[in-house]
């Protein structure tokens, strides 16, 4: 039983999340990314070191170190809503993959507990470490924010060969459910092409059937203020519905796939 | 199986609603005058007599009207959504209100000088006559004591009837009020005038008579005044509509209904006249579904009607139930703001036999508050295991409006909880909802469900206080609280105020319940109430099978989180010494006294000083007054508190489904539950719980001091079983995981659990999935009740406006959830923009 004593280091819980996997689910956010999204509205998770960020003008430490027995207790809290709903545990960030061996664990812990498990990762990690995660995973929600590297450099920090790569390898390893995310994000990837260019990538992974258009939203913006950092999107408005629903149709219109606004 | 296609709305009910709520509403004098002049005219003879002849004299007199459009017709009172008054209850309060009622700010009501004139006048005759002033005769002086130092508030039935029933719709649609008449002359026949209750039998069952004599005279006035109004109209369509109109009522309620037209006529003059009758309300239409499904289906086989015609009749019936009002005195209009008279209908469930009853009218209901929009009925929903998952999916849909409809009820809990208070298994699984949360059998039951609002917070004051409340002893003396060495020892105090308090409060209700059976006995309510005609006694007199009386406590989060931090920080962890919390609460923690306390505390002194024999005169009441303002903790006093109150904050508390926590607050549940069941009413029924408190959590917090949970002094308590608001910091499943670990079965008069949510949550399909899951949830862990604010534009707008009402106020968008109060202007918005588009 020792990979129930695996340490990790979580932001964040949140019950009672109908938009992230099937059912009523728990996700725990694990602290720690490789990306720095400008839009990312979770800034305190990026950083893996636990910080300081300033909540209603107090102080508040962002980060703790748990162990895997001590999540699972809180995830089995809202088992009877699982069951109802078909629901279980979701692992988000950050990215989940920096922290490999305790997302492994938590996910293998879920399953032993008869806990439906996704995930939501960008899959910007190797695929070795990947491939350890994989068995203990129902669902993998994975974004794909651009097709074009250069501009996904420069809105993120890296290039996006590594996701794209990966997102086919999960998808033809068949072990686990495959569902394609894309953040709308106005002045980065919100025209029809963008999308469209994403929506025939995904269409071509085998096994894929759904493609999620987030869009993007500012509820972040005032922990950029309380970590002391700038806000780089600033006076950027949310895209409309209508536009929302002119992407969706125009995804559709390229590939085979159900496209959904909203997770 | 059944049908849950949507069904496009008629024309006709925006028109109607919009003349309804096209003005102010308006009190009129018509039923004061009527009821006073038949009064004056049968001085002396038996109270039941004169009841039926006062209810026979309005019924004749009172003016009708025949609104635009309406298919559905009986109004009380000429103006839409008009009240008439009810003097023989109570008058002094709207005597003293008259000049204020059409500018007060919870339900305001416009008046005509003329009207206040006539009501000034008609009032003269009923003083030292009415049922409240008889009660406070009856009231022990303790009683009254604890009432005007807000320990409990018995407001409701003090002032008012009673209402609060659900009577046997099926039969007057039926067999009519002639059947009716016609089982009341067979019962009088069997009266032998040698028998001991003859005088009062045969009184009654002539009171029978004449009542419902008067009810199908009123009805022919309808009949009469629609032919006379077709005859004069020029519109073809509308005179065809008032022929029609003319012939139901001169058929229904008189004869039994032969069609759903006159089904629906015929409940409707049911429900009104039932709110004429007496000013009780949560006059609960209760299965409407199930009585009204046979004339339904028979017309439908029969082709003679179709299922959009259907839908039209009952969103007229849904309008209509809208234009019933009710004036209530300014504090209670606080407590039930919103103009609602809490008529409760409820579809599915089960019937005697334990089979799911859904049915296409149980989808119309919903359909016709989708339709309506309105605040009545208040649509209520059984859920138990075997119910229809798309009967859900429907109700979840117009929850999603933002309606706060319908609320959600738990057959699996409520049904062997009724069976605990005596009544058969058949007759439990037929229950319905009266008025806001109360599970009874219809036609059966006098429930005196909503016969108090209980201050669980306020025994708690009394401990600190050995007693005493603004310089009397209202409570008992439990002692030095300071020098209380062990939880046990303060616990034990708390649950001695309790006791004692509660009977104080079963005093003050059974000294109403006498006088509303020896003034205020209602003749027409007790012809559609079993036992009434057999036993000869009206309803009022304990003529009904099932007999309760259930006052509601309320504040239960307040004090199982107050009790616990106590255990914790005093007694456990000995961080505070009861001394330092006893100052803590005194000084309203850092906030200092506010103007409330300040008064409270002069009057306390002044009080102390009358006692003790020194002369007490408007200087030294000033004197007094200035020196309490100047009052201030000192400087390491404020710090102290601010620390305490700091401490307070991190002990855990109810609603996140912390075990330890939630099953203390299961105890402390108890502490009103257990006392107030082993007592009896007058009408020879028990006493039996509820924890619920409509609106008046937020008046009543206001008369309650600072609490040992953190709660600054005369803010609202906690809402019905809810946790605190902002407390239950781990969302919606730990809160309702929380909620269902108190004990609902022993709360038989019912829970009341609010959660809010911001439309996205529902957003979908799949939001309509993953909210129903959580209600079936709950549900699994023996909750009884759940209802929903799905927060809409305008209260976010007033969220921006008066950020300190919306400190709880958690918008979850996208995944993402946050306290809107907390975030930025400019992101509010964003959140205001997309609850508009729903997504």
Redesign the interface.
């Known amino acids: 039983m020792d990979y129930l004593q695996t340490k990790g280091r979580i932001f964040d819980i949140?019950?009672?999340?109908?938009?992230?996997g099937p059912?009523?689910r728990t996700?725990v956010f694990l602290k720690g990314c490789v990306l720095r999204c400008r839009w990312c509205?979770n800034p305190e998770s990026q950083e893996y070191k636990i910080q300081t960020m300033k909540?209603?003008g107090e102080d508040k430490v962002i980060g703790r170190d748990v162990t895997v027995e001590e999540m699972i207790k809180v995830v089995e809290?809202?088992r009877?809503?699982y069951?109802?709903?078909g629901?279980g545990l979701t692992l988000s960030g950050g990215e989940s993959l920096c922290q490999p061996e305790f997302a492994r664990d938590l996910l293998r812990a879920a399953k032993e507990h008869g806990i439906n498990t996704a995930l939501e990762s960008m899959a910007c990690a190797p695929f070795e470490t990947i491939e350890t995660i994989l068995p203990y995973l129902d669902l993998y929600l994975m974004d794909i924010k651009h097709t074009n590297p250069a501009k996904h450099k420069e809105f993120t920090g890296r290039p996006n060969d590594l996701m794209m790569e990966n997102a086919r390898k999960v998808a033809l390893s068949g072990k686990c459910k495959l569902i394609i995310r894309v953040p709308v994000i106005p002045t980065f990837n919100d025209t029809i092409e963008e999308i469209q260019g994403i929506a025939r990538f995904a269409d071509t992974l085998p096994g894929v059937e759904q493609l999620h258009l987030?869009?993007y939203?500012?509820?972040g913006?005032?922990k950029y203020i309380g970590l002391g950092r700038p806000y780089l999107m600033e006076g950027i408005l949310?895209p409309t519905?209508e536009h929302?629903e002119t992407l969706r149709k125009a995804a559709e219109s390229v590939s085979s796939l159900r496209v959904?606004?909203?997770? | 199986m059944f049908n849950t296609t949507d069904i496009p709305k008629s024309s006709r009910i925006p028109k109607l609603i919009e003349a309804l709520y096209a003005k102010m509403p308006v009190i009129e004098s018509a039923r004061a005058k009527l009821i006073t002049e038949s009064y004056k005219a049968t001085e002396g003879q038996p109270v039941i007599t004169r009841r039926a002849e006062a209810f026979a004299h309005i019924l004749r007199n009172i003016p009708i009207i025949i609104r635009d459009n309406e298919l559905i017709v009986g109004s009380s009172t000429i103006a839409p959504r008009g009240c008439q008054t009810f003097p023989e209850f109570s008058y002094q309060w709207l005597e003293d209100e008259l000049d204020t009622v059409a500018t007060r700010t919870a339900d305001p009501f416009y008046i005509a000088e003329e009207t206040k004139a006539e009501l000034r006048e008609v009032h003269k005759y009923w003083k030292g006559k009415t049922s409240s002033e008889l009660a406070t005769s009856y009231m022990a002086p303790e009683a009254i004591k604890a009432i005007e130092h807000n320990i409990f508030t018995p407001g409701n039935y003090f002032y008012n009837g009673v209402g609060h029933v659900t009577v046997k719709y099926e039969e007057v649609l039926a067999i009519g009020y002639k059947g009716i008449i016609d089982k009341a002359r067979a019962e009088l026949e069997k009266c032998q005038v040698g028998d001991g209750n003859y005088a009062k039998k045969s009184h009654f069952l002539n009171a029978v008579i004449v009542s419902c004599q008067a009810v199908i005279e009123y009805a022919e006035r309808y009949a009469e005044l629609a032919s006379q109004m077709a005859a004069e109209c020029t519109d073809p369509v509308r005179k065809q509509e008032l022929l029609q109109i003319s012939e139901n009522c001169s058929r229904v309620p008189a004869n039994g209904a032969t069609s759903f037209y006159e089904a629906c006529q015929s409940f409707w003059f049911v429900q009104q006249l039932l709110q004429v009758e007496s000013s009780g309300h949560s006059i609960s239409p209760g299965r409407f579904d199930q009585y009204m499904y046979p004339y339904y289906k028979a017309d439908i086989d029969k082709g003679v009607i179709t299922r959009e015609a259907a839908q039209e009749l009952l969103d007229c019936i849904w309008v209509k139930l809208n234009d019933l009002n009710k004036v209530r005195d300014a504090a209670s209009a606080e407590g039930f703001a919103g103009y609602s008279l809490f008529q409760n209908l409820i579809v599915g469930g089960q019937d005697k036999y334990g089979n799911d009853v859904t049915n296409d009218l149980s989808v119309m209901c919903i359909l016709a508050s989708m339709h309506v929009h309105l605040p009545m009925p208040s649509l209520s929903i059984r859920v138990w295991n075997g119910s229809p998952h798309e009967l859900l999916i429907k109700a979840a849909e117009l929850t999603r409006t933002g309606i706060g409809l319908p609320a959600y009820y738990n057959d699996e809990v409520i049904i062997p909880a009724l069976q605990n208070r005596g009544l058969t298994l058949e007759d439990a699984r037929e229950y319905n909802i009266i008025g806001c949360v109360e599970p009874q059998k219809a036609g059966k039951t006098d429930g005196w469900h909503d016969a108090a609002f209980f201050n669980m917070c306020r025994p708690l004051e009394l401990v600190f206080s050995n007693g005493m409340d603004k310089g009397e002893l209202v409570g008992i003396q439990t002692g030095d609280v300071t020098k209380m060495t062990t939880f046990e020892e303060f616990f034990d105090a708390y649950k001695k105020q309790m006791e004692y308090c509660i009977s104080l409060m079963v005093n003050a209700d059974n000294a109403i319940d006498v006088a509303h059976s020896e003034r205020v006995p209602l003749p027409y309510e007790s012809c559609m109430v079993d036992d009434c005609l057999s036993r000869g006694l009206s309803v009022q007199e304990g003529g009904a099978v099932y007999n309760f009386t259930g006052p509601q406590g309320f504040g239960i989060a307040n004090m199982a989180d107050s009790l616990y931090a106590i255990r914790k920080l005093v007694y456990e962890d000995k961080k505070v010494s009861m001394e330092e919390y006893k100052q803590a609460l005194a000084w309203n923690y850092d906030k200092g006294l506010d103007q409330q306390s300040v008064s409270d505390m002069s009057e306390m002194i002044l009080k102390g000083m009358q006692d003790a024999g020194m002369a007490v005169n408007t200087d030294t009441a000033k004197a007094v007054l200035q020196t309490v303002m100047r009052l201030k903790p000192t400087e390491e006093q404020l710090r102290r508190f601010t620390e305490i109150h700091h401490m307070i904050d991190e002990v855990p508390k109810f609603g996140n489904a912390i075990d330890d926590v939630d099953y203390f607050a299961r105890d402390v549940a108890y502490t009103y539950s257990r006392p107030l069941q082993k007592y009896m009413n007058p009408r020879g029924g028990h006493y039996q719980a509820g924890l619920y408190p409509v609106s008046a959590n937020v008046p009543l917090g206001g008369q309650t001091g600072a609490t040992p949970d953190g709660r600054y002094a005369h803010t609202p308590v906690a809402d019905g079983v809810s946790p605190t608001a902002g407390k239950d910091v781990k969302g919606p499943t730990a809160a309702a995981t929380s909620v269902s670990r108190l004990d609902h079965f022993i709360v038989s008069n019912g829970t009341l659990f609010n959660q809010k949510f911001h439309p996205s949550a529902l957003a979908g399909r799949e939001g309509l999935e993953k909210f129903v899951a959580l209600i079936r949830t709950f549900f699994d862990q023996k909750g009884m009740h759940m209802q929903f604010n799905v927060v809409d534009r305008e209260t976010l707008l007033d969220a921006q406006k008066h950020p300190e009402n919306y400190a709880h106020l958690v918008v979850r968008v996208a995944g993402y959830s946050a306290l809107f109060t907390t975030l930025s202007r400019s992101l509010q918005d964003d959140i205001i923009r997309r609850t508009e588009q729903g997504f």
């Open positions: 949140q019950r009672y999340s109908v938009h992230d059912g009523i996700i509205c909540v209603l809290e809202d009877p809503y069951r109802r709903s629901g987030l869009p939203h500012r509820l913006q005032d949310p519905k929302m959904q606004i909203g997770g």
